[in-house]
C-alpha cells in the first residue's frame, strides 16, 4: 500500500446514482475498492473494470475508470483479451455468483488455470437479484427461490474449492461486512501478480436477506467464522476457545482446551496442500474460514505471450510487411 | 530414349489425384501445383478431405482427393471434370472414374488392385475394376507404381514401410514427364525438407526420377504435353490457400494500420488453418489466442479492440451461431472488429469439410435486435488476402464489427497469389483520440459516422461503455425511447454510408445485348465468370456481376440490375441473395441453386442460362 498516495477515495467515485437498492453489500464493496484503488497511487486511468450482467455487474459504472460493461457471463473472457492486448492496464473483474459460476463459468475454469493477472471480485449473494430471485450456483441445497419453489435440489459450488481446485494463485474470502479485512484483501489482490479470486459473501436485501448471517452477524460471526491469519494458530469463537486440527484427511473443530496446543493447525498461505485441506470445510459442521486460503507465484499468460512475442522477434527480427508478404517459397514471372 | 514422342501444346489441363489419406495425395498435389506454378501457369486447386482423419484405409470413405487446373491463361477455377485421374487404389478408382473426362485417362498404381482391396473398396464380387464395363470404357494405365518405387529403391537402407511411402513420388515423376515439368522445385523442397534426414531426401528424388524414365519408356504414352505460361502480370509470386491467404491479409493490416493483430479463436472446420497461420508471426507481434471456445474467442477479441488492438476472430457457420450476442455487444459499443466465416455445410455440424454459401442471411440478420454490420465476401483464394485487409478498413474506419464470408472451397483452394508492393495496398486509418477537450465516447465524425476510439490507459479520458443503450451523445446509460430510436437509426446509417466508400458493382459485359446476367457472389466467381466468357465468345448476351459487398450493396447495384431482362442468381444456397436484392430491389430474380457441399460445374450454369436465351 502506498501511504502517500496522491489520489483519495474520492477522485474514484464518478458523476451518477448508484443505482443498488438500498441496504445492498454492494454498496460497502464499492466503498472498500474505491479506497484501496485510491491508496495503490496509480492514475485512474490505469484501472479498466470489466464485468458481465448482473446487479453486480454495474460496479464498472459506478467507478471513475475505464470501465466496460459487457454481456452476461463473459466478462473473464473479454478482459483476457484486454489484459492480453495490453498488459500494462490494471484489469479488475466485478461479476456475481450466477454470472461468473453458471453462465460463465467455462471461462472461469480457463482464466484461473492461465494465471491471467488480473483480480476478480466473486460478488456471492447466493441468488440471481437482476432477474428477481432465482437460485444461482452457489445456492444452498433445499433454498426456496421462485424457480424451487420446493426448495433446490443441487449442491452448491464453493468457489473457493473450485478456484484452489484449478491451482489458483491467490484464493480469498470475505463478507461485506468485514471492511477491514476486506480491503487488506483487495490490496494483495492488487498487489499479487496473477489471478485473484476474491469471494465476497455479499447480501442481496431483497431476495436472499440474511443469508450470511452466521458469518456477518455481530451475534453469530465469532462462532462462525474462522480468520486465517498466515502463520498463526486456527483458533476460533467468542471466547477463542475452539481450534481446527487434524483428522486424517479431514479438518476437525475441537475445544482449545481438549487439546495439545501443538495438535492445533497453523495457516500457511504458501502451502497448497493445506489450502486444499481448508476447502473442505464447507456445511454446518465447520465455521466459515475467511482470509487468504493461497498465494504462490506462477507465470501469467499475459507476460508468457509478451514474453514469447519478444523472444521471437529477438530470434527472426522485426516482421516487416515486406518479408510478411515474400516469405515460403516464391517464383518470379 | 524413344524419338517418336510428340510433344502436344494444349491450354489447361485438370488433375484429380485421389488414394487413401495416408498416400500422401494432398502432398503429391501441391508438388504437381508449385511446379506447375512455378513453369508459369495459372494455377487453381481444390483439395477434397475425408470427415475422418484416418477413415479405415482403402474404403471409400477414406479417400482424400486434391485436384489442380493449371493452364496458359487464367482458369478460374480447380476444374469440374479431370483430364487425368490418378487413383493409387481401387477406391480411389471407383470414387472418381465417373468423373473422368471421356478422353481423359486414369493412372493407378496396379500393385494395390489386389483381391482384398479391390473387395474393401466396395466393388461387386467378381467385378475387375479395371474391365472396361467397371471403368465405363476410360482408358486406364495401369503402371506398377509400388513394385517399381521397391525396385528403384532396392539400394537404399531402408525399411520396408518406409520405401513404400515414397510411391507418390514416382506417380509425380509420372506427370512430370508427361506435362513436360521440371522436377527442379520438389527436389529443392525435398532437400530442405529432408535437410536433417538426407536419406529420405535422396530416396524420394531417386523415385521421381525413375517415375520420370518410366513414363518415358514404359509405353504408355505416345505424347507428351505442354501447357504454356500464362500471360500473368510480371511480378513475384507465391501460392497461397485462401485461409492462408486471409491470415496474412489480417496480419498485413495490421501494419498498415500501425496497430497490434489480436485473433481470438477456437478451432473448427475449416477455418482452423487460418488461426494457425496467424500463430506463425509472432515476430509480427501478434497475439493468436487460442480460446476455450467460439464465445470466448470473440469476446477476448472484443476485450483487445477495447484495450486497442485490430481483433479479429475466425470461425465457421457454428461459431457464428455461437457469437452472436457478443456481435452485439461489438455493434452497441462500437468497437471496430472483424468476424471472418469460412463457411461450411449446414445446418448444425452438417458437412464440416464441404463447402456452401448458406450463412449469408445469418451474416445479415442473425443477431437479436437492429443489429447492422458490413457483410463482404471473397471470390477466389488469393481475394481473401485482400478481402481481409478490406473488412479490417471498414471496421477501423467505421468502429463497426465486419463479417467476411469465405468458405471451405476458398479456405482450402490454392491459386497464384502475385505478391502486391506496398504501395499498392490500401492505407488504413482508424478513429483513436487522445484528446480530452470536448470528448464524448458518442462524439461521431460528421461524414463516417463513426465514434471517437478511446485506449483505456489514455490520460484523461476515461469512460464507460456497455451493452445497455447509450446517450447518443455522452455515452451515459439511456433508457429514454426517443434516445434509442435516435441510436438505432443512427447505426443503421453508419453501416448505409459506407456504399459510398465501396466499389460500383462490376459487369462483364457481353456485346450482344442484355438478356441475361448471372450474379454470384463469393466462391462462386471462377465458374460463372468462366462459363459467361464463353457464352460471350459465341456472342451470347449474357453478362456476370460478381458481389464482394453485400451489406451495403454498392450504390450502382440497383442501376445494373435494371439493365438486363433476366437475372440469375447462383449460390450455393436455396436462394439467401435471391431473396436480398429481391427485398432490397424492385427487381424479379432466378434462383439458380445448388447445395451438394461442392462449387457449381459450368454444366450446372448452363442448364439454367440456356433456356433463357
Given amino acids: ?333 | 530414349m524413344n524419338d517418336t514422342i510428340k510433344i502436344q501444346e494444349l491450354d489447361q489441363v485438370v488433375i484429380r489425384f485421389s488414394g487413401d489419406s495416408g498416400d500422401g495425395m494432398q502432398l503429391t498435389g501441391l508438388q504437381f501445383t508449385g511446379a506447375s506454378a512455378v513453369h508459369g501457369n495459372d494455377v487453381v486447386t481444390l483439395p477434397d478431405f475425408p470427415a475422418e482423419i484416418r477413415a479405415p484405409a482403402g474404403t471409400i470413405s477414406g479417400i482424400s482427393g486434391f485436384q489442380v487446373q493449371f493452364g496458359s491463361k487464367k482458369v478460374n477455377t480447380p476444374g469440374d471434370f479431370p483430364d487425368v485421374l490418378v487413383a493409387m487404389n481401387p477406391a480411389g478408382l471407383l470414387a472418381n472414374i465417373k468423373d473422368l473426362k471421356r478422353d481423359g485417362f486414369a493412372i493407378i498404381d496396379r500393385d494395390t488392385f489386389t483381391a482384398a482391396n479391390i473387395k474393401k473398396a466396395g466393388y461387386a464380387e467378381e467385378v475387375d475394376p479395371l474391365s472396361p464395363e467397371a471403368s465405363l470404357h476410360k482408358k486406364i494405365i495401369a503402371a506398377p507404381i509400388t513394385s517399381q518405387t521397391m525396385a528403384a529403391l532396392s539400394d537404399f537402407e531402408m525399411d520396408k514401410k518406409s520405401k513404400e511411402r515414397c510411391k507418390n513420388f514416382f506417380t509425380l515423376g509420372i506427370l512430370f514427364w508427361l506435362y513436360d515439368l521440371s522436377p527442379q522445385y520438389t527436389t529443392d523442397w525435398l532437400k530442405v525438407k529432408f535437410g536433417k534426414k538426407p536419406i529420405l531426401a535422396e530416396a524420394n528424388i531417386k523415385t521421381m526420377t525413375e517415375g520420370m524414365l518410366y513414363a518415358q519408356n514404359s509405353g504408355f504414352f505416345q505424347s507428351q504435353y505442354r501447357v504454356n505460361s500464362a500471360p500473368t502480370v510480371p511480378g513475384t509470386y507465391r501460392s497461397l490457400t485462401g485461409n492462408e491467404a486471409a491470415g496474412i491479409g489480417l496480419v498485413a493490416a495490421a501494419h498498415l494500420a500501425g496497430l497490434k493483430l489480436f485473433l481470438g479463436s477456437y478451432p473448427i472446420t475449416p477455418a482452423t488453418t487460418i488461426l494457425e497461420e496467424v500463430a506463425k508471426h509472432k515476430n509480427h507481434d501478434v497475439k493468436a489466442i487460442q480460446m476455450e471456445d467460439e464465445i470466448a474467442g470473440i469476446c477476448s477479441s472484443i476485450g483487445a479492440a477495447w484495450a486497442g488492438d485490430l481483433a479479429v476472430t475466425t470461425t465457421s457457420g457454428p461459431g457464428v451461431a455461437l457469437k452472436g450476442e457478443a456481435m452485439g455487444l461489438a455493434v452497441i459499443t462500437e468497437i471496430p472488429l472483424v468476424i471472418v466465416n469460412v463457411q461450411r455445410g449446414g445446418p448444425s455440424t452438417g458437412l464440416p469439410t464441404k463447402t456452401e454459401q448458406s450463412d449469408l442471411l445469418q451474416a445479415m440478420y442473425g443477431r437479436n435486435g437492429e443489429s447492422p454490420m458490413p457483410v463482404i465476401a471473397a471470390k477466389s483464394p488469393a481475394d481473401c488476402f485482400w478481402q481481409a485487409i478490406e473488412a479490417c478498413r471498414l471496421a477501423l474506419k467505421y468502429m463497426t464489427p465486419v463479417m467476411l464470408l469465405t468458405d471451405g472451397y476458398l479456405g482450402n483452394g490454392s491459386e497464384s497469389f502475385r505478391i502486391p508492393d506496398e504501395s499498392e495496398l490500401p492505407k488504413l486509418t482508424h478513429t483513436m483520440v487522445s484528446d480530452p477537450e470536448g470528448y464524448f465516447p458518442y462524439n461521431r465524425d460528421p461524414e463516417t459516422l463513426a465514434r471517437g476510439w478511446v485506449k483505456p490507459g489514455t490520460p484523461g479520458m476515461r469512460n464507460r461503455i456497455g451493452g445497455l443503450e447509450k446517450d447518443a451523445l455522452t455515452g451515459a446509460v439511456s433508457h429514454d425511447p426517443d434516445n434509442h430510436d435516435t441510436m438505432v437509426r443512427t447505426r443503421q446509417k453508419k453501416i448505409d454510408n459506407i456504399a459510398n466508400d465501396i466499389p460500383d458493382l462490376e459487369v462483364l459485359q457481353s456485346k450482344d445485348g442484355n438478356e441475361v446476367l448471372v450474379i454470384g457472389w463469393g466462391s462462386t466467381y471462377g465458374s460463372i465468370r468462366n462459363r459467361v466468357a464463353k457464352y460471350q465468345k459465341q456472342g451470347k448476351p449474357v453478362s456476370h456481376a460478381h458481389f464482394t459487398h453485400i451489406s451495403p450493396f454498392p450504390k450502382n447495384t440497383l442501376e445494373v440490375l435494371r439493365k438486363y431482362k433476366k437475372l440469375v442468381v447462383a449460390e450455393m444456397n436455396l436462394g439467401q441473395l435471391s431473396k436480398l436484392l429481391a427485398a432490397e430491389f424492385p427487381v424479379e430474380v432466378i434462383p439458380l441453386t445448388k447445395i451438394q457441399g461442392r462449387p457449381f460445374t459450368e454444366e450446372e450454369i448452363e442448364l439454367v442460362v440456356d433456356t433463357l436465351l
Avoid at chain 1, 476460533?236 to 486424517?248: T, W, Y
Fill in chain 1, 1 to 333: 500500500m502506498n501511504a502517500e498516495s496522491k489520489y483519495k477515495k474520492q477522485d474514484f467515485v464518478p458523476d451518477g446514482a448508484v443505482k443498488w437498492c438500498a441496504g445492498c453489500g454492494d454498496f460497502s464493496i464499492l466503498a472498500q475498492t474505491q479506497k484501496v484503488l485510491a491508496a495503490t497511487g496509480r492514475s485512474p486511468d490505469e484501472f479498466a473494470f470489466i464485468s458481465g450482467i448482473g446487479c453486480s455487474s454495474r460496479f464498472p459504472y459506478y467507478v471513475n475508470s475505464y470501465g466496460y460493461h459487457t454481456i452476461h457471463g463473459r466478462a473473464l473472457a473479454i478482459a483476457t483479451g484486454t489484459k492480453i492486448a495490453n498488459p500494462e492496464l490494471s484489469v479488475w473483474v466485478a461479476m456475481g455468483d450466477g454470472d461468473g459460476l453458471a453462465i460463465g463459468g467455462n471461462h472461469f475454469l480457463h482464466a484461473v488455470r492461465r494465471n491471467l493477472d488480473m483480480v476478480v471480485i466473486l460478488m456471492d449473494n447466493q441468488i440471481y437479484g437482476l432477474t428477481k430471485g432465482q437460485f444461482s450456483p452457489t445456492s444452498i441445497r433445499g433454498q426456496k427461490t421462485k424457480t424451487a419453489p420446493t426448495g433446490t435440489m443441487e449442491d452448491p459450488i464453493d468457489p473457493v474449492a473450485l478456484t484452489l481446485g484449478l491451482n489458483g494463485t491467490f484464493v480469498a474470502r470475505t463478507t461485506d461486512r468485514s471492511m477491514k479485512q476486506m480491503s487488506e484483501i483487495l490490496m494483495r489482490a492488487y498487489e499479487h501478480k496473477g489471478f485473484s479470486m476474491v469471494q465476497i459473501l455479499q447480501n442481496c436485501p431483497i431476495f436472499n436477506d440474511g443469508a450470511h448471517d452466521l458469518a456477518t452477524a455481530k451475534a453469530t460471526r465469532d462462532d462462525h467464522t474462522l480468520v486465517l491469519e498466515h502463520g498463526q494458530k486456527m483458533i476460533f469463537g467468542k471466547d477463542k476457545d475452539k481450534a481446527i486440527v487434524r483428522d486424517g484427511f479431514k479438518p476437525k473443530v475441537v475445544n482449545v482446551a481438549d487439546v495439545n496446543e501443538a495438535e492445533i493447525l497453523v495457516h500457511d498461505e504458501k502451502d497448497s496442500g493445506l489450502g486444499h485441506f481448508l476447502a473442505q470445510m464447507q456445511g454446518s459442521d465447520y465455521p466459515i474460514p475467511l482470509g487468504v486460503f493461497i498465494e504462490r507465484t506462477a507465470p501469467t499468460i499475459d507476460q508468457e505471450y509478451r514474453t514469447s512475442n519478444d523472444a521471437e522477434i529477438e530470434r527472426l527480427g522485426k516482421g516487416t510487411l515486406n518479408n510478411l508478404l515474400h516469405q515460403g517459397e516464391t517464383w518470379k514471372v
